[in-house]
């Protein structure tokens, strides 16, 4: 009975989460309108409208607002989060309070200090409309704009769908606001010419991948440049991409609360836009148009984009940056459709230092492997093809070699052995730790290799674990150690080495192919051949002393070999066999240092 008692404990824990979402009570998404789901929002656009009677308010009115999926009959939504805020603060607290219309497949939240300040859904069913009336406040601020979160699936949800903006009467009317993933005509001008790199350091400053290219004589150069012109400055952007070609203005080296500038092709022209990015989702344009003399270019895939922006600006609230401080600077590129643009395929290259952008010129530097990343491939790589490789080379060839001999009270063979496997168990642990840490969490666009890494890191813990509580050697059970010992460690160094070979093709570490597969396929090879070699001097060697011994008893020959003689001969290693160790171990150096030379100039 009390097993029962304490099972429906546990289930009732495990279903409070899962309830908590589907019946709409999702007041902790109240600030920042993410679902707490375990995934991002979807980089797509939004297929639905959000649409409002009026588009002018007073204090006290009442405002019909409709969530609506953008084609009737083509979709549904299961769940959403609606909330009015101050239009140009999509981060500040929710205006107003809203009313329901429908009960049945809707709910008030309190969010902040208002009660009614959030409608959400009440169970999980499929929706294709729902209306509420938003209640505007006695001290209302001059434009409000409708936000609504919108939940597909459990997995596919999009967040802050841009609403129209609503405007105090007696204010000017807000036009349309557009979104990300709203269609424009071109009006940008084209440029006559590509842009060049002359220049660099001297009269504008630039950001190029690869280091010191041209864009007007590479294809495949990814090129900023940005210039101060009295309280303006002019910006060239260019790359080869599908969509769109971006930079963004940022604090720190994080995604999010960050001021970007878009670049996107549409049809056969480009539009050239300012936007703000809000945490890791979909940008918003800015409200007020805030750039000059655009222009554009479209050649070879390459999409190529020039405006100018003034130093200072009012427009804070919207996102938009001083020019005149320090800035990490992002560039990223990816796919778009009809205007609308899609996650970046690569992972953004970032300034490797702040630059404010009015200062003097220079040649900036970047990477697209951020410093964590680029710690956790070579803490993985020192674990992986140097401690374990060499840490099983010892205790598979030389335990015979060295029997007696002796380190701290303990065969050395075995201290080597266990010192090697203690280090890489350290290092792996702090190398599987890094990109959760940077990540913040699982990465859904990393494929195979976090699960791979995930069993590595499983089975280096269950390793030491095991050997720790080993039998005896002269126990029963030993074999049953043995034979669990080798089939964990050859399950682990397989699957290591499977996801050392995915870790180059990741975005966040995406290394010159096929360079790193080359010398990781020449690693592999190397340590095969040490062990097929070494396997083959130690059989050699035993044939040697059993030959020895039929010869001595065969004939009837007077040769003084003691007993004593013959057991020192066989617990020394052949020259052969320390030769191919000091070789091993400097091939393995040499894998080493040149994956790591690589790893640390991406």
Request: aromatic fraction near 8%.
């Amino acid at each position: 009975m009390l097993a029962l008692h304490l099972l429906s404990v546990v289930v009732a824990l495990c279903m409070g989460p899962v309830s908590g979402f589907s019946n709409g009570k999702v007041s902790q998404a109240c600030g920042d309108m993410v679902p707490v789901h375990g995934s991002e929002s979807s980089p797509l656009p939004a297929p639905y409208n959000i649409s409002v009677h009026t588009s002018t308010f007073g204090p006290g009115d009442n405002i019909t607002v409709t969530l609506s999926v953008a084609i009737s009959g083509s979709g549904y939504f299961k769940g959403f989060l609606m909330e009015a805020r101050e239009a140009g603060n999509p981060t500040g607290s929710p205006v107003g309070s809203f009313i329901l219309v429908n009960p049945a497949v809707s709910q008030l939240l309190r969010c902040g200090h208002t009660q009614g300040s959030a409608v959400s859904h009440t169970s999980d069913s499929k929706k294709t409309e729902v209306q509420a009336l938003w209640e505007c406040p006695r001290n209302p601020p001059e434009k409000v704009q409708i936000l609504v979160t919108v939940v597909h699936k459990y997995k596919e949800f999009w967040v802050k769908v841009p609403g129209p903006v609503l405007s105090l009467k007696g204010t000017t009317p807000e036009p349309p606001r557009p979104s990300a993933s709203t269609t424009k005509p071109p009006t940008p001008s084209p440029l006559p010419s590509p842009f060049t790199s002359v220049g660099c350091g001297g009269s504008k400053s630039c950001l190029r991948d690869p280091v010191g290219c041209d864009p007007e004589a590479d294809l495949h150069c990814f090129f900023l440049s940005f210039t101060p012109e009295g309280n303006t400055v002019l910006f060239e952007l260019s790359g080869p991409a599908e969509g769109y070609m971006s930079f963004a203005l940022s604090l720190d080296k994080w995604m999010g609360d960050d001021d970007v500038y878009l670049c996107v092709r549409d049809g056969e022209g480009v539009n050239i836009d300012a936007a703000y990015v809000s945490g890791r989702t979909h940008p918003l344009l800015a409200e007020k148009d805030v750039l000059s003399e655009r222009a554009w270019r479209l050649s070879d895939g390459v999409i190529q984009c020039r405006f100018r922006r003034n130093v200072r600006t009012a427009q804070q609230s919207d996102g938009r940056f001083n020019l005149d401080q320090s800035f990490f600077l992002f560039l990223a590129h990816g796919r778009a459709e009809n205007g609308a643009i899609h996650r970046h395929d690569r992972q953004p290259l970032i300034s490797t230092n702040q630059k404010v952008l009015t200062s003097t010129p220079e040649d900036l530097i970047g990477s697209r492997s951020p410093l964590m990343i680029k710690f956790h491939g070579a803490l993985m790589l020192v674990a992986w093809m140097f401690t374990v490789s060499t840490g099983v080379v010892v205790a598979r060839h030389f335990k015979a070699d060295w029997p007696e001999r002796t380190v701290c009270g303990q065969k050395m063979w075995f201290q080597v052995h266990r010192s090697l496997m203690a280090v890489s168990v350290v290092l792996t642990c702090a190398g599987f730790t890094l990109p959760f840490v940077y990540r913040g969490g699982w990465s859904k666009h990393a494929g195979p290799h976090p699960y791979l890494g995930s069993t590595v890191m499983a089975l280096s813990v269950i390793q030491p674990a095991v050997a720790f509580i080993r039998p005896a050697p002269d126990s029963s059970r030993r074999y049953i150690f043995n034979w669990m010992h080798l089939g964990t460690g050859i399950a682990a160094q397989v699957l290591a080495v499977a996801a050392m070979f995915l870790g180059p093709q990741q975005q966040a570490l995406l290394l010159p192919s096929p360079w790193p597969t080359a010398v990781l396929s020449g690693w592999v090879a190397w340590l095969v051949v040490t062990h097929l070699l070494l396997e083959l001097l130690t059989r050699r060697s035993l044939a040697t002393v059993h030959s020895f011994h039929y010869f001595t008893e065969s004939e009837d020959k007077e040769i003084l070999v003691t007993q004593v003689e013959e057991e020192q001969r066989q617990k020394q290693p052949t020259p052969y066999k320390k030769i191919v160790l000091a070789v091993f171990l400097l091939g393995n150096v040499t894998f080493l240092a040149i994956i790591l030379s690589t790893i640390a100039n991406v």
